[in-house]
């Protein structure tokens, strides 16, 4: 099911339950009905404000590169691996930096997971892909499913070269086009590397995947290899 529908099936019982209410009880309904949404919405408003004061702090600043870890979390060893040892390789005069975020989704669909952050923390996701804010994502298979159902991946052969895609074919995960049968590749199962055998806290597995309109392609392509590469010491 569409998330939107989700979301407007979520609330369609509204107006059938505030009929008839006197105001002292429409009150009471809308701080029990609301109040979780409303925190919610304050925490994600607040997240916002600070994201464009960052922004602004940091206007002339050169983001050479953009990620985000979705339902998954790294060792400080693994993070600075990602971050500031990868920066380190490609720092050159004037402010540079490389952002990486993480997010949770939860399973909505299974009547457990929380519908209102998903819905939150998925449309902050593909904003940055709107704005070319997002060059890679490391999910679980759950978080690759979700954003997979929006479209926001690049196929992996506009990345990888043929020789790369040959040796990690066994690892390649496929999604389905919409309007056709072809199977396209759009991730790659990295959960048998040292990186994230040694650095990734959960268990779970883990998909490395690009944005579709990656604005570091190039760097993308370096930084895939870079994780690969990791050797636990």
Known sequence: ?????KIKAHYSGFRRKTK????GEFVAFIKDYYLKDFILFAAIFGTIIAIMVTSLININTDVILYGVGVNMML??????????????????EGRQDIEYSTVVISDIYSGEGDINATYYSGEGVVGQ???KRLDYFMLNELGF??????ELYMDLREILTEDELKKYSDKIIYTQEETSDEMLPMAIDITDTDFIKYNNIATESIYIAFAGNAPHKEL??????????YKHK
């Open 1 to 5: 099911m569409n998330i939107f529908k």
């Open 20 to 23: 008839g209410m006197k105001a």
């Open 75 to 92: 060792t400080d060893e693994g993070e600075k691996y990602i971050t500031d040892d990868f920066f380190a390789l490609h720092k050159t």
């Open 129 to 131: 892909v709107a704005a």
């Open 145 to 150: 499913n979700y954003f997979a159902s929006q």
């Open 220 to 229: 993308v392509h370096e930084f895939f290899n870079y994780v690969l590469s």
